[in-house]
């Protein structure tokens, strides 16, 4: 026989009475709040191309590198995740590590866009963006960091361009797009996709993050924003709950033509490990990459799971490659108290030792 459940009222009324002081207070702090900023590091515009701009960051003291990192993003989503505030950051920590740090904001795509390919954003604005680095520099090659979709087009560039690229970080990237375990690739297998983009033309920014919020629907859409209450009497953390939020919603729309490919290739061809992929008339064939590779990967990361990076490792042809593992999810290799500890020195001592 089941046990009654038995409420204590007093106890009841006091946690009623606290939850509406909380939200009195939050409601004040609020109103009183202005929109939270990020990308707070300073930067100067060293290159601009149609919507996309090429940043130069700008630290405390005169970087020590001798080669400079080109940070490559997702078109999902903005690259300012790498660079949210100033405790956490990225790129700030990586300049305060001495790296030279260089960054592609790709921009916001419209009707303009929509027949931008694969192609155009690799070997044209991308290729671009090296060759500037390149440049500034007098180097023949630079570093590269590319981060989840971009660690990808960071892969299929350096197979392209080896004679561009000295070494290669990925994060929380995905090779093998069709691990078991990968929801996100169950669904954009089953996609009609020639139907969808013929249909949207771009694909929009909020149809984007509403596939991305379901795949996580009750932690995303629920109780990330009931626990909200227990911080709303915390003007710092209400804040920076607020810039996370501003960050997620603050999205591009995907070209339509590159989205079309990019599904195709890659989540329902799975080319990078199946073979036959072929961006601007050249094959891609990740074994001829020899160059040294560090890849970063999360273990609790449900957009690009453990196994999907992984991959990685067992179809480069280098024999100088490195994994790290980081125990946190897709965002917080980015931003939790952890990754700037671990994440940027780990980056600059594998870079140190091949500079």
């Given at each position: 026989?089941?046990t009654?459940?038995h409420?204590?009222p007093i106890r009841?009324?006091?946690e009623?009475?606290?939850?509406q002081?909380k939200l009195?207070?939050?409601m004040?702090?609020?109103?009183g709040?202005?929109e939270?900023?990020y990308?707070?590091t300073p930067?100067?515009?060293?290159y601009?191309?149609?919507?996309l701009?090429?940043w130069h960051m700008q630290?405390?003291?005169a970087?020590?590198?001798k080669t400079?990192?080109l940070?490559?993003?997702?078109l999902v989503?903005t690259?300012?995740?790498?660079?949210?505030?100033?405790?956490?950051?990225?790129?700030?920590n990586?300049?305060?590590?001495?790296?030279?740090?260089y960054l592609?904001?790709?921009?916001?795509?419209d009707?303009?866009?929509r027949?931008l390919?694969?192609d155009?954003?690799?070997n044209?604005?991308l290729?671009?963006c090296?060759?500037?680095?390149?440049?500034?520099?007098?180097l023949d090659?630079?570093?590269?960091l590319g981060?989840?979709q971009?660690g990808?087009f960071s892969l299929c560039y350096?197979?392209m361009?080896?004679e561009?690229?000295k070494n290669?970080?990925?994060?929380?990237t995905?090779v093998d797009?069709?691990?078991p375990?990968?929801?996100l690739?169950h669904?954009?297998?089953?996609l009609?996709v020639?139907l969808?983009?013929d249909?949207?033309g771009n694909v929009p920014?909020?149809?984007m993050?509403?596939v991305?919020?379901?795949?996580?629907?009750?932690?995303?859409?629920?109780?990330k924003?009931?626990g909200?209450v227990?911080i709303?009497d915390?003007p710092?953390?209400?804040?920076?709950?607020l810039?996370?939020?501003?960050?997620i919603f603050?999205s591009?729309d995907?070209?339509?033509?590159?989205?079309r490919?990019?599904i195709?290739?890659f989540?329902q061809?799975?080319?990078?490990?199946?073979g036959?992929?072929?961006?601007g008339g050249?094959?891609i064939d990740?074994r001829e990459l020899?160059?040294p590779?560090?890849?970063?990967?999360?273990?609790?990361?449900?957009?690009?799971?453990p196994?999907?990076s992984?991959?990685?490792?067992?179809?480069?042809g280098?024999?100088?490659?490195?994994e790290?593992?980081?125990?946190g999810?897709?965002?917080g290799?980015y931003?939790?108290?952890r990754a700037q500890?671990?994440?940027p020195?780990?980056?600059?001592?594998?870079?140190?030792?091949?500079?």
């Open positions: 026989m089941d009654p459940l409420l204590d009841l009324m006091q009623i009475g606290s939850f002081r009195a207070t939050g004040n702090q609020l109103r709040m202005r939270p900023g990308a707070n930067r100067e515009l060293v601009s191309e149609d919507k701009k090429l630290g405390d003291r970087p020590t590198a400079p990192t940070i490559v993003y997702a989503n690259v300012w995740m790498t660079d949210l505030q100033p405790d956490r950051s990225l790129v700030r990586l300049l305060a590590q001495g790296e030279d740090v592609i904001d790709w921009g916001y795509p009707g303009a866009d027949w390919t694969l155009d954003y690799l044209g604005y290729d671009r090296v060759d500037t680095v390149r440049e500034r520099h007098g090659a630079i570093n590269l981060i989840c971009g990808v350096s197979a361009h080896p561009k690229v290669l970080i990925t994060m929380v995905p797009l069709q691990t375990d990968n929801m690739s669904w954009c297998r089953e009609d020639d969808f983009v249909t949207l920014a909020g149809l993050n509403w991305y919020l379901t795949l996580k629907p009750l932690r995303l859409n629920q109780q924003y009931l909200v227990d709303l915390n710092v953390e209400l804040e920076n709950f810039r996370m939020e501003r960050w603050d591009p995907q070209a339509g033509e590159a989205f490919q990019f195709k290739d989540y061809g799975n080319k990078l490990v199946k036959g992929l072929v961006i050249r094959k990740l020899e160059l590779i560090l890849n970063i990967y999360a273990e609790q990361d449900h957009l690009v799971p196994d999907a992984r991959a990685l490792g067992r179809r480069v280098s024999t100088d490659y490195t790290l593992a980081f125990k999810g897709h965002i290799i931003v939790s108290g500890r671990d994440v020195p780990a980056i600059h001592q594998w870079l140190r030792a091949r500079d």
